[in-house]
């Protein structure tokens, strides 16, 4: 005797309701193949109170409880005394105290150049120059300059940096970069003894920075953590001569119309332009 679950029971007892061109299988409801609809119920109406002009609506207030047939009271927002920073209502952005009419052009970690290098020297309003200065080349020329198996040490340090210190195959520029300027200032650094104001000067690594400047009527402002900061008590000589900075003068820059140059920079109006003094060095950027 064979036994039936209830669907096949009734598609037994209902044999005109056969699919797939009559070959004998069962039709069945969605629910019984185990489907359920995907549509959601309907949200239940909303609570509204309707004022009616004249009139005064008689609610639950005073009783502290709900009650059917009276309405549902209005209460002010509730005011904790102090400020919560989960539930802190921003101000609108007219009344912000650091809202300003200009327009900030903000360059930080997460914007992209569209034209790269062409767009940064015209923002900058910089002049690129290939290779080291001079001054640099005359210290690499300087034999005193010039530390015990130097060709041997610097390619140990590409070796950790390449092959011993990730576990990659490849690693990426990102995760060496960073340990090849480490283990190179820490040959420089070896070199207290023969320059003793290296000992005056520290390396700051993931510092916050932030400048303001104007550009043909264009704020500029560039803030977000940099990669490493030479600070030193003394200032460093300028490594550009003044007639070299004078003999750009008449440098033209490359434009990119009918781009904008400050294409890919954040607009705001609320920003500051003031800085705040963290340290009483000098900042010297690293390259």
């Known amino acids: 005797m064979a036994l039936a679950s209830g669907p096949a029971r009734r598609a037994l007892a209902r044999p005109g309701r056969v699919g797939l061109g009559g070959c004998g299988t069962p039709r069945r409801e969605a629910y019984e193949w185990g489907v359920r609809s995907t549509r959601k119920p309907e949200p239940p109406p909303l609570d509204r109170v309707y004022e009616i002009p004249g009139l005064e609506p008689i609610t639950y207030a005073g009783k502290m409880h709900f009650m059917p047939g009276l309405a549902r009271p209005v209460f002010p927002p509730w005011d904790r005394g102090w400020t919560h920073p989960k539930f802190r209502r921003m101000p609108p952005i007219h009344e912000h105290p650091l809202y300003k009419d200009q327009v900030c052009h903000t360059f930080h970690q997460r ?110 402002q560039v803030h977000g953590t940099s990669g490493a900061r030479l600070n030193a008590k003394e200032p460093l000589p300028p490594i550009a001569s003044r007639e070299e900075v004078e003999a750009t003068k008449n440098h033209v820059l490359e434009t990119f119309y009918p781009i904008s140059p400050t294409m890919g920079l954040q607009e705001s109006n609320l920003y500051d332009e003031t800085f705040k003094k963290f340290l009483a060095l000098y900042l010297h950027g690293a390259v």
């Open 111 to 220: 914007c992209r150049l569209l034209e790269g290098v062409k767009q940064a020297l015209w923002l900058t309003k910089a002049k690129l120059i290939e290779g080291l200065p001079e001054k640099v080349l005359s210290l690499l020329d300087d034999p005193r300059n010039h530390i015990e198996n130097q060709d041997e040490r610097v390619r140990n340090v590409i070796y950790d940096a390449r092959l011993w210190h990730s576990t990659e195959d490849i690693p990426k520029r990102q995760t060496y970069c960073p340990v090849i300027v480490n283990s190179l200032i820490q040959l420089c650094r070896s070199q207290i003894l023969k320059h003793p104001s290296l000992a005056k000067r520290i390396c700051a690594e993931s510092y916050r920075l932030s400048t303001t400047w104007n550009r043909e009527s264009i704020l500029l």
